[in-house]
């Protein structure tokens, strides 16, 4: 998806670029925006050396639900399961249902370590595209 916005602010070679709500806007939330929101701001690394003021483009990458999906759903599940099966071969329906419920404590323990390997960062920063219209330099040239 590509998307216009306004580069606000610099961080070494980071650009926080601003996002507004424009009327192709759904609920899709591939851009983290909610209904309520006006706005929604982007950190990219700023591969065109952007300024302060310019409008950019961006391309932000679709997140792949299916891992999403997977990690927050079926991946708690699996060591549940695992010693279900494990209690009910072994033990009787008591310690079954205990340890499933142990299992599926284990699997969210899992998931979060994996969120905290990953930063919380489950979906690809968006990437600068282009330079739309650059702000007014010293000199009193723009760039559009």
């Given at each position: ?58 391309e ?21 399961l ?37 930063k ?12 739309i ?5 010293e ?6």
């Amino acid at each position: 998806m590509k998307e216009f916005g306004t580069v606000i602010k610099l961080k070494g070679e980071f650009a926080q670029v601003r996002i507004g709500r424009n009327s192709a806007c759904g609920s899709c939330g591939k851009c983290g925006m909610t209904e309520n929101q006006k706005y929604v701001d982007f950190y990219t690394q700023n591969t065109l050396d952007a300024k302060v003021g310019d409008q950019v483009e961006l391309e932000i990458h679709d997140t792949n639900t299916s891992q999403l999906a997977f990690v927050g759903y079926i991946l708690p599940l699996i060591p549940a399961l695992i010693l279900l099966f494990v209690a009910l071969t072994f033990l009787n329906e008591l310690w079954a249902t205990l340890l499933f419920f142990v299992g599926y404590a284990l699997g969210f323990i899992v998931v979060g370590l994996i969120d905290k390997a990953k930063k919380h960062k489950w979906m690809s920063s968006p990437t600068m595209i282009q330079i739309i219209k650059q702000t007014q330099t010293e000199g009193g040239t723009s760039n559009e």
